[in-house]
């Protein structure tokens, strides 16, 4: 299932867009804020704990720094669609491949706690879904071809199931679990915040956000 899921969280979000046509991104940021406080919790919950048990606490900080350093980077060519922003020319028709070779990078990381930490998987599953269906209101609006926009959803799907396989079956990658774990708690935190802070306007936060936030906070700590 760690395989399975993701790959149908994108494809089925893609779906839905495509069945309904929402044209409302904004109406998608409650979920958002729900996601990033889920996964913000979830970190600090279950990964968290784990690396400082088994790395010298200096060295799990510099790998995070350079989680949350990494995510920056990428967001220079992602353009933010990590946390529910895409800012492509919607008149372009070439395929996006900066867009596509970010969004692989951070889903591949992702993905790789998940072999150790199944509970992440609700986790990633959540934060997928809203920039699923954002992404995929895109290419839909956008004068990307069909077959291109589908080609790409379904890539995309297809890189947190690969990052937790390379997790179990790479005997490498499994003698540095520790160091990628806390590079990759990095890249949720930094995401994580970033959605939180973005789910306000004006930096003001309203009650109903406020509420799916302790929400998410609170069902990552009961599960």
């Known amino acids: 299932m760690i395989y399975l899921l993701p790959i149908l969280a994108v494809v089925l979000s893609f779906v839905f867009v495509y069945i309904t046509r929402p044209k409302k991104k904004e109406n998608f940021k409650l979920l958002l ?16 704990p784990s690396v400082y048990a088994t790395m010298e606490t200096k060295s799990v900080g510099v790998f995070i720094m350079l989680g949350i350093l990494l995510q920056i980077f990428l967001e220079f ?5 990590e946390h529910g922003h895409v800012h492509l020319d ?9 867009l596509f070779i970010s969004l ?10 998940i072999e150790e930490h199944k509970t992440l998987l609700y986790g990633i599953l959540i934060h997928k879904i ?6 995929s ?7 990307i071809k069909l077959y291109q926009a589908m080609f790409f959803i379904f890539l995309f799907s297809l890189m947190t199931p690969m990052g937790s396989y390379f997790a179990g079956h790479f ?6 679990y520790a160091p990628i774990t806390a590079l990759v708690i990095g890249v949720f935190l930094h995401i994580s915040t970033v959605i ?4 306000s306007e004006g930096h003001k936060f309203n009650l109903r956000k406020v509420l799916v936030i302790i929400f998410g906070i609170a069902t990552a700590y009961m599960i």
């Open 130 to 135: 809203p920039i699923a269906i954002i992404l």
């Open 90 to 98: 919607p008149e372009n028709t070439l395929f996006p491949w900066l």
């Open 104 to 113: 692989s990078i951070h889903s591949l990381l992702e993905g790789f706690p």
């Open 137 to 143: 209101i895109f290419f839909l609006d956008s004068k």
């Open 196 to 199: 939180l802070f973005e789910s």
């Open 171 to 176: 005997s490498l990658l499994e003698a540095y």
């Open 33 to 48: 804020a729900f996601s990033g406080a889920f996964l913000l919790a979830l970190t600090l919950f279950e990964l968290l």
């Open 77 to 81: 060519f992602s353009k933010g669609a």
